[in-house]
C-alpha cells in the first residue's frame, strides 16, 4: 500500500480542513486506516482509526467530538475533517496503514501501522 496525503494548509483558530489520503493497492478495504500527527519537538501521536468497513471508529481524547474520520473504499480514500481547530492542532498529519486483515482500530501506536503516507503540515493561527 502506498499512501499520498494532502488538504493542510493554514486555518485561524475555530476553523475547519479536510485531509485526504489516497491510497494504492488491492489491499486498501482490508486494510484498518489511521491518522497520527507530529508537532515539532513532539512524538508522533495517534489521532483517529477506522475499520476496514467504516463501521467502526476510534478518536483521541483530544479530538474527539471535532475531528471524524471516514473511508471511502470505492475510491481508496481515507478523509480526516477536522473541525473547531485550534492552534494545538498545528502539526505534520499523516495518514497510516495497518497490514491487510490484521491489527485493531483501537491500536494507538505507530507501530501498529506497518505503511505511512508522507506528512501534510496543518498550521491553525490563534
Known amino acids: 500500500v502506498q499512501l499520498q496525503a494532502s488538504g493542510g494548509g493554514l486555518v485561524q483558530a475555530?476553523?475547519?480542513?479536510?485531509?485526504?489520503?489516497?491510497?494504492?493497492?488491492?489491499?486498501?478495504?482490508?486494510?484498518?486506516?489511521?491518522?497520527?500527527?507530529?508537532?515539532?519537538?513532539?512524538?508522533?501521536?495517534?489521532?483517529?482509526?477506522?475499520s476496514w468497513s467504516g463501521g467502526s471508529t476510534y478518536y483521541a481524547d483530544s479530538v474527539r467530538g471535532r475531528f471524524t474520520i471516514s473511508r471511502d473504499n470505492a475510491e481508496n480514500t481515507v478523509y480526516l475533517q477536522m473541525n473547531n481547530l485550534n492552534p494545538e492542532d498545528t502539526a505534520d498529519y499523516y495518514c497510516a496503514a495497518q497490514r491487510a486483515f490484521s491489527g485493531s482500530f483501537r491500536a494507538t501506536s505507530p507501530s501498529a501501522y506497518g505503511y505511512w503516507g508522507q506528512g501534510t503540515q496543518v498550521t491553525v493561527s490563534s
Open 14 to 50: 475555530g476553523g475547519s480542513l479536510r485531509l485526504s489520503c489516497a491510497a494504492t493497492g488491492r489491499t486498501f478495504s482490508s486494510s484498518i486506516m489511521g491518522w497520527f500527527r507530529q508537532a515539532p519537538g513532539k512524538e508522533r501521536e495517534f489521532v483517529a482509526a477506522i
